[in-house]
């Protein structure tokens, strides 16, 4: 049974997974390779949990109970006797396999889980003693909020590790977990993907980026069309993600990356947090579009958003029927990380009947 739980990394995603966890009532050390970070730690709680109390997800009691249960740690020996260890340090595979290696002797009997939303979990888990032991947990961010987390298989996880994962997510700590293969992307990410690129390829051929984005809006009564949502993420973010999957998936053309989001991202318009993306920006508001992204395109009368929207949901349907075929993951968990993940009223599987 798992009781003591230790994170790796004490950033955004490492602080969020420690507040779920102790606000479940579970006892929370948390390591980081930089002072730096540990140091801000308590800080970050502290806000975090003000937050929850003030929007009324949390009594002061409680918040005061879940913030003295999460302890920072210096030495990455200090996480002995953890039942669970949660890896959620930046994207760095030589550093991640550098901690697990190291985490495999000190806790020779926890189940070892990487939070990767884009590497391989097997090649993390490269030089882990027992990789029976190891496999993938992908928390979507905000931790607290989000409800969905990938659990990621590789051939030498044990079913039992794996269960006892699932267990402590599913009862533990009340989210949602998706059974998915350690293939590139996972489930959402990957199957995601064409809602971008073939979006993109959309606007490269005379539609718009707000035709596009009220089309996914208006007819498949989604909260946010591709553009809207790649300026939330971040267009570096997304465009890293696009390229990291074509990559490892060899290249596909299905996947090739938008020369004009490379264009944007060259020149530091990367959305929302720089007020200019695939739209221009005010008080985090919409203001119109980035005329440095639509400027040189072709101009022409927009596709009808009936077209749209089932060009994209087409794309996106052929995706996930692809990680089906190839045994990555079923049609139930695909439409439950759909759901979840984005928003969306249905799943892929679901629009079909």
Known sequence: MIQRVAVVGAGTMGAGIAQLCAQAGFSVKVHDPLPAALAALPGRLKRSFDAAVLKGKLSTQQAERAF??????????????ADLVIEAAPEDLALKQDLFEKLSGICPDALLATNTSSLSVAEIMKKAQSP?????????NPPVAMKLVEMIRTEATAPEAFQAAWEFLLMGLRRTPVDVKDVPGFIVNRVMRPYYVTAQRMVSSRTSCAAVDESCRSIGGVPMGPFELMDLIGLDTNLAITKAIYEALGRPERFAPSALQEKLVSAGELGRKTGKGFYLYADGKIIGENPSATAALPQGADRPAKDIWSNLAGAIILEAERLVSEGTAGAHDIDTAIKLAM??????FEWQK
């Not at 029976?132 to 979507?140: A, C, K, N, Y």
């Not at 928003?343 to 892929?348: E, L, R, Y």
């Open 68 to 81: 003295h249960s999460i302890s920072a740690v210096p030495e990455i020996a200090d996480l002995a006797g």
């Open 132 to 140: 029976e032991r190891t496999l993938g947990v992908h928390f979507f």
């Open 343 to 348: 928003n969306f009223p249905k799943g892929p």
